[in-house]
């Protein structure tokens, strides 16, 4: 069984660098067809997401982070990665990794879920 | 970027009613379409896949129907732990994106 965890900073300072991974277990993120992906969601509101990755490397970002975001993939083969740079308040939310399962070139759902992280941008 | 528009954005039952909820995307999205189910401080999991596919594990009281633009979430007969927030979500096209969600309370 999948079983995805976020971890990292809780709390990370204006205009700095917010950086989490997450520890796939049940799984290789490159070791299967999947992509990975990335989505938050700000304390009370919707969900956006973030962007993805493939096992090959090759990436997929929201434009609405203009240029800030970075998806990566461990060597280990059992974690992802994000970064965010120039954080500001309003990155503040729960931070959740996901597989993404597809069935044809369009048809993506994401499952299973870490449980989230909620990462605070505050000095 | 393609916007899904949820319909309500809240609404109150009762243990054993029908439940709809809608979602409108402002393109034809075919049948790429996601329902989610988060309950309160949980990540969202995935009920109904491709419009109408019930993901495995999910009880048959759940359903999809739709096709380009409009679709339909309906719980047949609403069980307690069935209150929570549902979203919608295309993978159409990337930016992938979610409706601003719909939350089902105890009237």
């Known amino acids: 069984q999948v079983q995805l965890q976020e971890s990292g900073p809780g709390l990370v300072k204006p205009s700095q660098t917010l950086s989490l991974t997450c520890t796939v277990s049940?799984?290789?993120?490159?070791?299967?067809?999947?992509?990975w992906t990335w989505i938050r969601q700000p304390a009370g509101k919707g969900l956006e997401w973030i962007g993805r990755?493939?096992?090959?490397?090759?990436?997929n970002y929201n434009p609405s982070l203009k240029n800030r975001v970075t998806i990566s993939l461990g060597t280990s083969m059992k974690q992802l990665f994000l970064e965010l740079t120039s954080v500001t308040a309003a990155d503040t939310a729960v931070y959740y990794c996901?597989?993404?399962?597809?069935?044809?070139?369009?048809?993506?759902?994401?499952?299973?879920w870490g449980p989230g992280i909620l990462v605070t941008v505050s000095s | 970027d393609i916007q899904m528009t949820q319909s309500p954005s809240s609404l109150s039952a009762s243990v054993g009613d029908r439940v709809t909820i809608t979602c409108r995307a402002s393109?034809?999205?075919?049948?790429?379409l996601n329902w989610y189910q988060q309950k309160r401080g949980r990540a969202p999991k995935v009920l109904i896949y491709?419009?109408?596919s019930l993901q495995g594990g999910v009880p048959s009281r759940f359903s999809g129907s739709g096709s380009g633009t409009d679709f339909t979430l309906t719980i047949s007969s609403l069980q307690p732990e069935d209150f929570a927030t549902y979203y919608c979500?295309?993978?159409?096209?990337?930016?992938?994106?979610f409706g601003q969600g719909t939350m089902v309370d105890l009237k």
């Open positions: 491709a419009a109408s």
């Open positions: 996901a597989r993404v399962r597809h069935q044809d070139p369009r048809m993506y759902w994401f499952d299973p």
């Open positions: 049940g799984a290789s993120t490159r070791g299967d067809t999947y992509y």
């Open positions: 979500q295309q993978s159409y096209s990337t930016p992938w994106t």
């Open positions: 393109h034809s999205i075919s049948n790429y």
């Open positions: 990755i493939y096992v090959s490397g090759s990436t």
